[in-house]
């Protein structure tokens, strides 16, 4: 499969942004999926995970409340709304894949597919 994630930008403090992860080949609704984040020199973590049809989620401490992942199988495709944004949210957000398991992954490592993310800027 190959992902395409979309929607990132510069935005303020405070603002709203959504993030798409389009796919293509495979069988989406097979996938788990993920969103990560890498922030200028630091390592890439986890943000957001949510099952092969939805029904469970999980998310990091640092945007739980202000993040909602979902994802429309017609569509093959997942989202990320952003609320709320911080200073500290400036990072590539990229979405990945994972073909074994029925839940939600929170690893790297448990992901097969990668997209080559999409830029998020909060600042004044």
């Known amino acids: 499969v190959q992902l395409q994630a979309s929607g990132g930008g510069l935005v303020q403090p405070g603002d709203s942004l959504r993030l798409s992860c389009a796919a293509s080949g495979g069988t989406f609704s097979s996938y788990f999926l993920g969103w990560f984040r890498q922030a200028p020199g630091k390592e890439r973590d986890f943000v957001a995970a949510?099952?092969?049809?939805?029904?469970?989620?999980r998310y990091a401490d640092a945007v739980k409340g202000r993040f909602t992942i979902s994802r429309d199988n017609t569509k093959n495709t997942m989202y990320l709304q952003m609320n709320s944004l911080k200073p500290e949210d400036t990072a590539v957000y990229y979405c990945?894949?994972?073909?074994?398991?029925?839940?939600?992954?929170?690893?790297?490592?448990?992901?097969?597919?990668w997209g080559p993310g999409t830029l998020v800027t909060v600042s004044s």
């Open positions: 949510i099952s092969r049809h939805g029904s469970v989620t």
């Open positions: 990945a894949a994972g073909v074994s398991g029925l839940y939600v992954y929170t690893r790297i490592n448990d992901y097969d597919y």
